[in-house]
């Protein structure tokens, strides 16, 4: 089968990666085109039409500065797709830009398959009905989306969640410390996601924790797309070590964790670290986000709980201060980490076992082959 993936952004390329993987194994003649990252390409033996770097823009005010470049990627995958003419687009999440690839797929008769659904239940719930005009198959990751679409009568399948394969296929190092010249001092782990605007607007809140545990060691993780020069311009003259592709091992070692909301945050979640969740963007964009989303929470721990599991800091209560306040709690109130540890036992019981790439990629394949 040809098989033709597409993933716009850094959490995608990892799920596309395993997905590619998943599907060598149950297709030997499987042959790939792909527009995603450096995992993706690894996994797929080949270059990405486009890759992540050149894709991924957050934020109505940032998709609208971009559109130009937008446009052009749009032109270039559906023109790749007409030439390779495969037997599949699989979609990883990504919505603004796979939607539009869904429809022109169904234009021409291909069959669309769309892994990690679009978080359509947090804003414009409506265009569930364009979903199922023309997404043939979709594999959701998130055990409450299963309900969400029922709602609607459109059937979907349940794979479990893909972080969980990331994590439980993941080699940790038991010389992470001493490999990065860290101390035996606890570690703070500081996450402030993988888009230029987001460092920019949360590392300087984040690292005044500096002042603030001077028993401690902050660690940031670095995003693949910038390198430790980037982070020096916010650091001045702390030292804060910054570590690149070894998100796993730091949250393994860290005693706490200040994290962008986004997929880091279940991650944190799945790897038991108690963390603060924050996020700070462009004004407009929020304000605009807070008039369309339908969700309580932006914490991809809260949303499978339902309920508050660990502390969101949205805008303008993403402070030093309050930062400070809630990550003295994590390490100095044993009740309140308890509570949260407690939480991601309930995570952890609602996500299930690992084996969502191999899940659907099994379902993918099936689906091509059924007479």
């Not at 719930?125 to 309900?147: A, N, S, T, Y």
């Not at 490999?179 to 987001?198: H, V």
């Not at 709980?305 to 930062?323: A, K, T």
């Amino acid at each position: 089968m040809k098989y033709y993936i597409i993933a716009g952004e850094t959490s995608g390329d990892l799920h596309g990666a395993n997905l590619i993987k998943a599907l060598k194994k149950e297709d030997p003649n499987a042959e790939f085109k792909i527009v995603g990252g450096d995992g993706m390409q690894q996994a797929a033996e080949q270059q990405a039409l486009i890759h992540t770097l050149q894709m991924a823009f957050m934020g109505f005010v940032e998709v609208i500065k971009n559109l130009g470049a937008i446009r052009k990627n749009l032109q270039s995958v559906k023109k790749d797709i007409l030439e390779f003419r495969p037997d599949t687009v699989i979609l990883i999440d990504f919505p603004g830009f796979n939607l539009k690839i869904a429809s022109f797929a169904k234009q021409h008769k291909i069959k669309t398959c769309y892994y990690i659904s679009p978080k359509i239940w947090a804003w414009n719930q409506g265009r569930v009905h364009k979903i199922k005009k023309i997404v043939d198959h979709m594999f959701c990751i998130l055990p409450f989306e299963v309900d969400f679409y029922k709602r609607f009568g459109m059937k979907v399948d349940y794979v479990g969640n893909p972080l969980l394969d990331a994590i439980s296929n993941y080699t940790f190092n038991p010389d992470f410390r001493t490999d990065n010249g860290l101390s035996d001092a606890p570690i703070i782990a500081l996450l402030p996601g993988s888009r230029k605007m987001e460092i920019e607007q949360i590392l300087p809140n984040m690292i005044e924790l500096y002042y603030s545990f001077p028993k401690h060691q902050l660690v940031i993780a670095g995003a693949p797309n910038f390198d430790s020069s980037y982070y020096q311009n916010y650091l001045g003259d702390m030292e804060i070590p910054v570590v690149f592709d070894q998100t796993y091992d730091l949250l393994k070692n860290a005693e706490a964790a200040v994290v962008t909301s986004g997929t880091a945050t279940l991650e944190t979640g799945i790897l038991k670290v108690p963390q603060v969740v924050v996020y700070k963007a462009n004004a407009v964009s929020v304000w605009l986000a807070r008039k369309l989303v339908k969700v309580k929470f932006i914490a991809l721990v809260n949303l499978i709980n339902n309920y508050l599991s660990v502390i969101e800091l949205i805008q303008e209560d993403c402070n030093p201060g309050n930062i400070r306040d809630e990550i003295g709690k994590i390490l100095t109130e044993k009740e309140h980490r308890d509570n949260i540890l407690e939480n991601y036992d309930v995570l952890a019981e609602k996500l299930g076992t690992p084996g969502a790439s191999e899940k659907t990629a099994k379902l993918i394949f099936s689906y091509l082959t059924a007479v």
